[in-house]
């Protein structure tokens, strides 16, 4: 007994771990293929969830979005019927997916895809049959699906679990043919063909062929969430093959890198996370070539208490060599910038790594009318913000080397130790001051030297300071402070909308951080102003005002177009 009761949990032992490390990868992941650009998925049950909890039901949001008669009352009938008749599963998460087929080299087709539940197979073609556009249409069936052909480029299909609709675009280039030393222009392919066998694909193939059997795709799963996305390098790996010159290890470098992000309405927030797993190869450079966190103290006097925008990054430079010498290519590069009287390395080493970007007081450029004491009246322009770049030198004898070439092609002036912008880049409103310690690009002078001097304190959120800590890049707007600089003037049909927006939004928040030793982490966040309720709610109300400004400043235009060319001008008039 006792022998029948160790066997017996010893096999539920073994169950569980089974499950515990078995693939997350929803069902419908089987019908994604591998090679795919990229693959997006949202969550309509937890969306809808999110907002009863909120108090908003589906009816008052589609009466929300429906507020006008006539073109409304018809658009909310036909919407209502998809929801309600069309045996449609909306419990099923709902996918995008893209991918690439043909020749890289001659055609390329560019395959789009939606893809969501069916609860009932018989009642969805039904509805399909109904709609005036398809009922001249036959369907057609297959071994595991069925199919409506809308036309060559496009067509629906769908089994007893899922519907897929289709689209494909196709691009002709043209290619060198080096034996008949000629351009040859490849006949387009057959849209028809080409589209019946790609999604024959989507039926058909084997797990193994699908994303269903990539790791990365169902660990991301595991995070609830309202919406993700997933890309992956491999679509480059055609490009690579038709590339005439073929680098070594570059396919190493391009193969089997993933990018899994998901996307979440929380309170007062909406929170989005980006995972990178990188394969060996590149995991290799990475670790090796481990960087810094981004330094704050360039940041620090910046002379604003109205910043709009920072962006800061920071690595190891020695990881473009790091890269060349991987792929086996440095000697080559080497050699090909032999003429210019640079290595690679002095590029790389010019700086060291550290990078900021802050960006204040924007808003719509003016001129403002003055008067002089001597009465002379003169027109004063308010620019559209200033800006400040900082990027500290690395090596200086590197850095020098490169300078004092530009100067030689007229980019910069040098007076001593010190580079300034040249007649090009002063044309354009630059002013440059780099020494053997700083490359600074600034809007104007004025805002550099007070920058300089040190005595200004940036205006920046303790919270947002916090964030930006031990990252190694990092982006940061004010969404609401930028709406309100650029409102002021505004009269426009979508007025209300960016009313809306302004009083919505408080600001975002990206950054990333270093290698972790498998994999890449980020995270991008956008914060509201009402903290108490979900973001999901909130934005409602936005998108609502939004719809009502688009179709009230299409019924505009529409009243202008008929005001301007009567029922009874020809058609061809009113349509040129």
């Not at 990078?355 to 002379?376: C, E, F, H, R």
């Not at 004092?404 to 002013?431: D, I, P, Q, R």
């Not at 209300?496 to 991008?524: H, P, Q, R, V």
């Amino acid at each position: 007994m006792q022998a029948n009761l160790r066997s017996f949990l010893s096999v539920l032992i073994m169950a569980a771990l089974f499950t515990a490390c078995s693939n997350h990868a929803p069902k419908e992941a089987k019908y994604i293929p591998k090679d795919i650009t990229a693959v997006l998925a949202v969550d309509p049950k937890s969306l809808h969830d999110k907002l009863e909890k909120s108090g908003i039901n589906m009816d008052t949001l589609i009466n929300r979005l429906f507020k006008r008669g006539g073109v409304d009352s018809n658009d909310k009938a036909k919407f209502n019927e998809i929801s309600d008749a069309a045996g449609i599963n909306w419990n099923d998460k709902i996918y995008f997916f893209s991918l690439q087929a043909g020749e890289e080299q001659q055609a390329n087709s560019t395959v789009l895809n939606l893809m969501g539940g069916i609860s009932n197979a018989t009642k969805f073609e039904a509805f399909l049959k109904k709609q005036p556009a398809l009922q001249k249409k036959s369907v057609q069936k297959e071994k595991n699906y069925s199919f409506i052909l809308i036309n060559n480029e496009s067509m629906i299909s769908w089994n007893e679990g899922n519907v897929i609709g289709s689209l494909i675009h196709s691009t002709v280039k043209p290619y060198y043919d080096s034996i008949a030393m000629k351009f040859i222009v490849p006949e387009k392919a057959n849209m028809e063909k080409e589209l019946k066998a790609e999604v024959n694909k989507y039926f058909t193939q084997k797990e193994s062929e699908s994303l269903a059997s990539v790791e990365a795709f169902g660990n991301m799963f595991k995070t609830k969430s309202d919406g993700y996305a997933f890309s992956s390098t491999n679509r480059y790996l055609s490009i690579l093959g038709a590339m005439p010159l073929q680098l070594p290890k570059l396919e190493e470098l391009v193969k089997d890198n993933y990018i899994a992000s998901t996307l979440s309405f929380e309170e007062g927030k909406i929170v989005a996370t980006a995972t990178t797993y990188t394969n060996p190869f590149v995991s290799s450079i990475l670790k090796k070539y481990a960087g810094p966190t981004v330094n704050l103290s360039l940041i620090e006097n910046y002379p604003s208490e109205n910043i709009n925008l920072i962006m800061m990054a920071s690595f190891n430079p020695e990881i473009f060599g790091g890269v060349l010498k991987q792929l086996e290519v440095e000697g080559l590069v080497n050699n090909f910038m032999e003429k210019t009287g640079f290595t690679s390395q002095d590029l790389y080493k010019t700086l060291k790594g550290d990078i900021a970007v802050v960006v204040s007081d924007l808003g719509l450029p003016s001129k403002d009318l003055k008067v002089k004491n001597d009465s002379t009246v003169i027109f004063e322009r308010k620019p559209l913000g200033k800006m400040i770049l900082n990027a500290p030198v690395g090596d200086p004898v590197a850095f020098a080397k490169i300078m004092n070439k530009a100067v030689e092609m007229g980019y910069f002036s040098k007076n001593g130790n010190t580079y300034h912008a040249g007649k090009l880049l002063s044309f354009f409103g630059m002013y440059v001051n780099a020494n053997d310690k700083n490359l600074i690009i600034a809007s104007d002078s004025l805002t550099y030297a007070q920058y300089i001097s040190n005595k200004s304190k940036a205006v920046i959120s303790n919270d947002a300071l916090n964030m930006f800590r031990g990252k190694s890049t990092i982006a940061y707007f004010d969404i609401a402070n930028t709406i309100k600089g650029f409102l002021g003037g505004n009269d426009g049909d979508y007025k209300k909308s960016l009313l809306s927006a302004k009083e919505t939004f408080k600001d975002m928040i990206m950054s990333s951080e270093n290698f972790d030793g498998s994999t890449l982490k980020g995270k991008f966040e956008i914060r509201l102003n009402n903290e108490k309720q979900n973001s999901l709610a909130t934005l409602t109300s936005l998108f609502t005002d939004i719809a009502v400004d688009m179709r009230m400043a299409s019924k505009k235009e529409a009243e202008l177009d008929d005001r301007m060319f009567p029922s009874g001008v020809p058609a061809i008039i009113r349509t040129n």
